[in-house]
């Protein structure tokens, strides 16, 4: 149980162009996503907080226009990337809450923008 | 805020040597921690979890990790390292401050595990 899907595993897209990332609960409800970015040999870094029926919270220094946040049902999340640039090229892993203390992760997606 | 942080970001060990990954944590109040192992382009996957209960903790795949609070640690273990402990493992610890910052997880740099034959 408590599986977490990602859509697209990898991506490949021109600049300025937007690209969109699906995160998906399989086996259960989420009201509470997270969206995450890992550059090559660092660590995880929050982007933003994903809320059932309600905006995303996002971090400091998190462009909110860059990086719209979806959570239209509670098991879907999704992640657009606008206008992407080759800066934005990392791999994104979203979780999904399923208590208050438990995080499923998803297997990641590899944005590449050339 | 609270925070972790890994100590060493690569550890090398023989195959059947002792597997330690250090993590230190910085709380006010007693924390809930975790452990998680990222395999090459892979998400992350729990090892273990601390959460107040006993303060040994057993996890999966042969790791365990001890909460002492006196040294504000939580460090990850394994008697005998097997080539298919190679990956990445993050410490981290979960925010319980209300507001935004509910269930927000906070992740060390990260240590990487090599084991040689």
């Known amino acids: 149980g408590a599986v977490v899907s990602q859509h697209p595993s990898r991506v490949i897209c021109k600049s300025g162009t937007s690209v969109k990332i699906e995160c998906r609960s399989l086996d259960f409800q989420a009201t509470t996503m997270f969206w995450y970015r890992q550059f090559p040999k660092q660590s995880l870094m929050l982007m933003a907080t994903?809320?059932?029926?309600?905006?995303?919270?996002?971090e400091q220094g998190v462009e909110k226009d860059k990086f719209l946040i979806n959570h239209a049902s509670l098991t879907l999340s999704t992640l657009t990337v606008t206008s992407a640039h080759p800066e934005d090229s990392s791999f994104y892993i979203c979780s999904a809450r399923g208590s208050p203390l438990e995080q499923y992760f998803g297997p990641g997606t590899r944005l590449t923008v050339t | 805020a609270q925070s972790v942080t890994q100590l060493g970001s690569h550890v090398s060990v023989s195959e059947g040597a002792l597997v330690l990954l250090r993590c230190n944590y910085s709380?006010?109040?007693?924390?809930?921690l975790f452990w998680y192992v990222q395999y090459p382009n892979q998400g992350l996957q729990l090892l273990l979890k601390y959460t107040s209960a006993a303060t040994l903790v057993k996890g999966i795949n042969g790791f365990e990790a001890e909460f002492k609070k006196s040294e504000t640690s939580f460090h990850l273990t394994k008697p005998s390292a097997h080539m298919s402990d190679a990956a990445e493992y993050f410490c981290?610890?979960?925010?319980?401050?209300?507001?935004?910052?509910?269930?927000?997880?906070?992740f060390g740099q990260g240590t990487i595990l090599t084991v040689h034959p």
């Open positions: 994903s809320n059932e029926g309600s905006k995303a919270t996002y």
């Open positions: 709380s006010s109040v007693p924390p809930y």
């Open positions: 981290a610890v979960i925010d319980e401050a209300g507001g935004t910052s509910y269930g927000k997880l906070t």
